[in-house]
T-cell receptor
């Protein structure tokens, strides 16, 4: 079956521009995660959606970052007024439900470069 | 703040050699996972260990969770070029949590 897909795969943008990153989770998965992976670093938790519950936004690094999940499926991560330090790979994952009992399936990521 | 430190950061070995990668913390974790990530792809789960002292084997890969649940190791026997990738450990601070703490990774290259 189809895995988690993300688009675009690569995005180059100028400092100060806004960007939108998209994630299509596996059908039927109620939990969705966004992570950021900077060069030489591990994965940094950004935001978590579970069903109709309020998202856990505690990992968002600043108010320039926001995310939404429409209809319990597709999610969009938006970064406003991008900065060079935002350059990283943004990974999306989904799981059947939330919590460490359920395996997270990751998408291939979006590589964001801010020039 | 809970941290997971992985060592070594980089490892380049010849095909057929054995290796061990370590994941250490001063904090206790409810469970710990190991992932492998290949270039241009997302991480793929290899194993989850839950019980202190637990050992799990996946073909040539052996995973161990420390008795105190603060550390873990991944041992690869007779490494092959297909084992090349970034190995990440991730710890769950509490049972049922969805917020894993990820280590910084070990980048392994196996030369043919």
């Amino acid at each position: 079956g189809a895995g988690v897909s993300q688009s675009p795969s690569n995005k180059v943008t100028e400092k100060g521009k806004d960007v939108e990153l998209r994630c299509d989770p596996i059908s039927g998965h109620t939990a969705l995660y966004w992570y950021r992976q900077s060069l030489g670093q591990g994965l940094e938790f950004l935001i978590y959606f579970q069903g109709n519950s309020a998202p856990d936004k505690s990992g968002l690094p600043s108010d320039r970052f926001s995310a939404e999940r429409t209809g319990g499926s597709v999610s969009t991560l938006t970064i406003q007024r991008t900065q060079q330090e935002d350059s990283a790979v943004y990974l999306c994952a989904s799981s059947l439900a939330g919590g460490n009992l359920y395996e997270q399936y990751f998408g291939p990521g979006t590589r964001l470069t801010v020039t | 703040t809970q941290l997971l430190e992985q060592s070594p950061q980089f490892l380049s070995i010849q095909e057929g050699e054995n290796l061990t990668v370590y994941c250490n913390s001063s904090s206790v974790f409810s469970s710990l996972q190991w992932y492998r990530q290949e270039p241009g792809e997302g991480p793929v789960l290899l194993v989850t260990v839950v019980t202190g002292g637990e050992v799990k084997k996946l073909k040539r890969l052996t995973f161990q969770f420390g008795d105190a649940r603060k550390d873990s190791s991944l041992h690869i026997t007779a490494a092959q070029p297909g084992d090349t990738g970034l190995y990440l450990c991730a710890g769950a601070p509490t049972s049922g949590t969805y917020k894993y703490i990820f280590g910084t990774g070990t980048r392994l290259k196996v030369l043919a």
